[in-house]
């Protein structure tokens, strides 16, 4: 069964993260407190995470735009993974279409987009919003899925660095839900994907053997 579709995330899978998440998280909520759940969670939307953390809304909304904020200021050390461009280029010339999705707001992915020249890289991008919940929910598979028409959510793969980008793809029912260690996560950590990677530069190989 050939694949129609492939939903890729950003920080850590796309694009090289190298603590920035977690600089931003540490600078908006003032210390490192929280820093455990954080990594627990990466991968998630992050208002949802400000959530669970905070119990107030007013306090989580707030957290979240100084954590945007923050992110903002370290854009310019945004850089793609190795091979990453390329592997999504080359998808797409083979008639694969690709999504982009990421836990952070429509406004920061963007902006990542902008820094890296990829507005018009892939398909579709896709960030958590009204109608659209975050990992570990399937939504952003399944959105993109809906969008781009896909005719059978078999013939969808996912690849992401985070165990919550596993569940969503296999939530989602995705035939390829692949880990990749450029985040970080562990082989352990990413034991129910269906493909531990080191790169997403690997992802093409395992699409032809599973066509």
Not at 22 to 30: H, P, Q
Not at 37 to 43: A, D, F, I, K, R
Not at 53 to 69: G, V
Not at 155 to 183: F, Q
Request: hydrophobic fraction near 45%.
């Amino acid at each position: 069964m050939n694949t129609e579709l492939v939903v890729l995330d950003m920080a850590g899978t796309t694009v090289a993260d190298d603590g920035l998440v977690v600089r931003a998280f540490v600078e908006a909520m003032g210390s490192d407190e929280h820093l455990g759940y954080v990594m627990e969670t990466m991968g998630q939307s992050k208002i949802t995470v400000f959530r669970a953390i905070l119990k107030d809304e007013d306090a989580a909304q707030q957290a979240n735009l100084a954590f945007e904020k923050a992110y903002a200021e370290l854009l310019d050390l945004c850089e793609p993974i190795p091979g990453a461009e390329d592997v999504i280029r080359s998808l797409r010339e083979d008639g694969v279409k690709v999504a982009l999705t990421t836990g952070f707001s429509p406004a920061t992915q963007h902006a990542i987009l902008d820094v890296l020249g990829w507005r018009d890289l892939a398909d579709l991008v896709l960030a958590p919003g009204e109608g659209v919940r975050g990992r570990p929910f399937p939504d952003l598979v399944l959105a993109a899925a809906l969008r781009l028409e896909v005719t059978d959510v078999r013939r969808i793969a996912v690849a992401g660095d985070t165990p919550s980008d596993v569940l969503t793809g296999l939530r989602a029912g995705a035939s390829v839900v692949a880990g990749v260690l450029t985040g970080t996560a562990t082989p352990a950590d990413l034991a129910e994907a269906t493909h531990v990677l080191d790169s997403v530069r690997d992802l093409p190989a395992v699409l032809k053997g599973v066509s």
